[in-house]
């Protein structure tokens, strides 16, 4: 069971201790709303199940990268998991530590592994042996040494939606044992790289702890593997994937559940422990507020059409993912069966199907479990401004991220000199 910081007063949502109905008449909609209280609180869950494990906690900075939620997570000690050099330069404007901070991604270019390695970062989670050989030549030309890890592909099955499985050998990430074996003997003879560590990251939104330990089990081996041949390894990086509750019968393990499970099957490696958790720290800490904005019949089938759409959040669509919607007032009328979709021309243009809601228009219905991939993932689809982004700390809020306005739209574009 997950906690979340949302719940129901007087038939009002609340968030913390804010009025929603409130929030999105005061900021307007659509806009996402966080809780600095709750993913506090998840941070912490993970960082205290190491209890005297060494360990860090590297937040996965695409899950939701407002500057606001770095900055949260910053001020705990958090480490960071990026994937750009766009994400590095959050991390630090956020008040972030270098020195905590993995780079993963399968296409790191020359000037992100730069700005990493002046920045003084902890290591590179390196996904090819092309990315070894540049990591090294940059580093050579700028008379630094790159503190490296392999990120493996242990080639178990995740059980989990096949566009955000990543550990089975036909998918992009990572590269095998036996490859990896060649790899960290020539890393470990090349003055320029210093072989840090292992990683791997199976998958996201895991609901099932045996893969996890399956694939941790792997990598221990193989670092016993390397042991043997005086190649020793100072952290093993499990990476993210921890699933939360997006309805009842989820059931997502607790971080605890979670942190336990991988210690049991790493154990007896001598190493400090890395996990690069996102959807599990930001997830149920954020919801999308919108306005209903019209009803209307089709054959006897009824829409609900609201100020959100697609552009805003692609999950429904992009991966058919099914997010709670609440009406922000329950108004205890008789509910009605209705598909929620937004004002992009596209079918593929929904949010939910068949919900059963209250709302009128002007009215506010909620997006539940939108902290994560919510924001990140939004676009100007049909020139649609992205969202106001709004934090919740007890019982007061602030707007973190301004509504955008069609002149940040057309910024940057020129009409053709004729
Ligand atoms: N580490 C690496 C290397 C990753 O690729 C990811 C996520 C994470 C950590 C964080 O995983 P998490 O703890 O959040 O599961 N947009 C999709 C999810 C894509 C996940 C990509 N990688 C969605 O909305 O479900």
């Known amino acids: 069971m997950n906690v979340t910081p949302i719940h129901r007063h007087n038939g009002m949502l609340y968030m913390d201790h804010v009025n929603l109905q409130q929030i999105a008449e005061h900021y307007g909609t659509p806009c ?11 941070w912490l869950a993970f960082d205290n199940a190491f209890a005297q494990q060494p360990h860090l906690v590297c937040y996965a900075v695409k899950t939701n990268s407002n500057l606001a939620v770095l900055q949260t997570l910053a001020q705990l000690g958090a480490g960071f998991d990026i994937v750009s050099g766009g994400e590095l330069a959050r991390v630090l404007k956020a008040g972030g530590d270098a020195s905590k901070v993995v780079f993963s991604g399968v296409g790191k270019s020359e000037a992100e592994m730069r700005f990493a390695l002046a920045s003084g970062i902890k290591c590179f989670n390196v996904e090819s042996e092309a990315e070894l050989y540049r990591l090294e030549s940059v580093a050579k ?15 178990v099955d995740p059980k989990t939606h096949a566009y955000i499985s990543t550990g089975l050998k036909e998918n992009k990430f990572g590269v095998s044992f036996k490859q990896a074996l060649t790899l960290y003997r020539y890393a470990a003879a090349s003055a320029h790289l210093m072989v840090q560590g292992i990683d791997c990251h199976i998958g996201s939104q895991l ?3 045996a893969p996890l330990q399956e694939a941790a089990t792997r990598v221990v081996a193989f670092q016993q593997q390397l042991n043997t041949e005086g190649i020793r390894l100072h952290h093993i990086d499990m990476g993210g994937g921890l699933g939360i509750d997006y309805q009842d019968s989820d059931q997502a393990p607790t971080p605890a559940a979670y942190v336990q499970a991988l210690l049991d099957a790493i154990q007896q490696a001598d190493m400090e422990v890395l996990v690069e958790p996102g959807r599990a720290i930001v997830g149920n800490n954020g919801v999308l507020l919108s306005k209903v904005e019209l009803l209307k019949e089709n054959e006897g089938k009824s829409f609900m059409v609201i100020d959100a759409a697609m552009n805003d ?9 099914w997010q709670s919607i609440v009406d922000v007032y329950d108004n205890a009328q008789v509910a009605q069966s209705v598909d929620v979709v937004g004002p992009v021309c596209e079918t593929g243009d929904f949010l939910g199907k068949s919900r059963q809601l209250t709302s009128q228009p002007n009215d506010y219905i909620a997006v539940l479990s939108a902290g994560a991939y919510g924001f990140v993932m939004s676009s100007n689809y049909n020139t649609r401004p992205r969202a106001a982004e709004i934090m919740v700390d007890g019982a007061q809020h602030q707007c973190v991220r301004a509504r955008e306005t069609l002149e940040d739209l057309m910024r940057g574009e020129r009409l053709f000199n004729e």
């Open 313 to 321: 959040l692609i999950r429904p669509a992009l991966y058919d993912a």
């Open 207 to 209: 609901l099932d702890l």
């Open 32 to 42: 996402y709303v966080y809780s600095r209280q709750g993913i506090r609180q998840r």
């Open 141 to 155: 030309a700028l008379n630094m040494v790159a503190p490296i890890s392999l990120r493996v592909n242990p080639d």
